[in-house]
């Protein structure tokens, strides 16, 4: 019997709240990302509309004007890929390498509560504690790791197509700064992005952990002896 079977087993019940709870945030975050949507881009193109007409163009003109529609097409893709990566959790193809990640990040985790109690000289008493703690900080992993391949995805395509339009609609030439502002800003916060996910044993790594442990272990200690 896997690790990943034996715990589902001991929190199943507390699993699958958790679970649930998850999917019902990501459908309520989904429609409000739509409400949102919708309202703001009605708002932006009445705008736009009304400003083309002003401008001498008649209805039929300022209405199928390409900018008028610019940010609903820009913005749609992202919310196509939101609600893609919120409905696809179901499929099988999906559940089958999320639960690849998950055995994957649980062994490591529960090697690295071993390793942790030897080295601070604790038993393992409490067997059933560490591995709820390991399942739920693998979870953890897999949701961050999803999270981040979702926000490159959706960055790579939208900047695909904001370089075309810029390029084929508008004529910029690529050689101008701005043609390429919105990858370069939104790169930088891609970035941060990744080094949160996969940059935290590189900044924070064991052998930090495992002392600051120790640390508020002793403190710990101290306080219960004063007291």
């Not at 699958?16 to 409000?32: G, P």
């Not at 992993?141 to 508008?170: E, P, Q, R």
């Not at 990858?183 to 935290?200: D, R, T, Y």
Request: proline share 1%; with cysteine; hydrophobic share 45%.
């Amino acid at each position: 019997m896997g690790l990943t079977t034996s715990i589902m087993k001991n929190f199943n019940n507390e699993e699958k709240y958790i679970s649930a709870k998850k999917r019902v945030d990501d459908i309520k975050a989904f429609y409000t990302h739509l409400v949102v949507y919708v309202l703001i881009n009605i708002f932006i193109s009445s705008i736009k509309i009304t400003f083309n007409i002003r401008g001498g163009e008649s209805f039929s003109e300022a209405f199928f004007d390409f900018s008028t529609f610019a940010v609903w097409m820009a913005w749609g893709i992202g919310i196509t890929f939101h609600g893609f990566a919120v409905y696809s959790e179901s499929t099988l193809s999906f559940r089958r390498w999320k639960e690849k990640k998950l055995q994957q990040f649980l062994d490591e985790e529960e090697a690295n509560f071993i390793a942790t109690n030897n080295q601070l000289g604790i038993e393992n008493q409490e067997v059933d504690f560490s591995k709820r703690e390991a399942y739920f900080h693998a979870k953890k992993k897999v949701d961050d790791l999803m999270g981040f391949c979702w926000h490159a995805v959706v960055y790579i395509v939208v900047n695909i197509f904001i370089l075309s339009v810029l390029y084929f609609v508008t004529n910029l030439p690529f050689t101008a700064w701005y043609t390429y502002a919105t990858p370069f800003f939104w790169g930088i916060g891609l970035g941060i992005h990744a080094i949160a996910v996969f940059g935290k044993s590189v900044v924070f790594g064991k052998k930090w952990e495992q002392r600051k442990i120790k640390d508020f272990m002793r403190k710990e200690e101290q306080r219960n002896h004063w007291n």
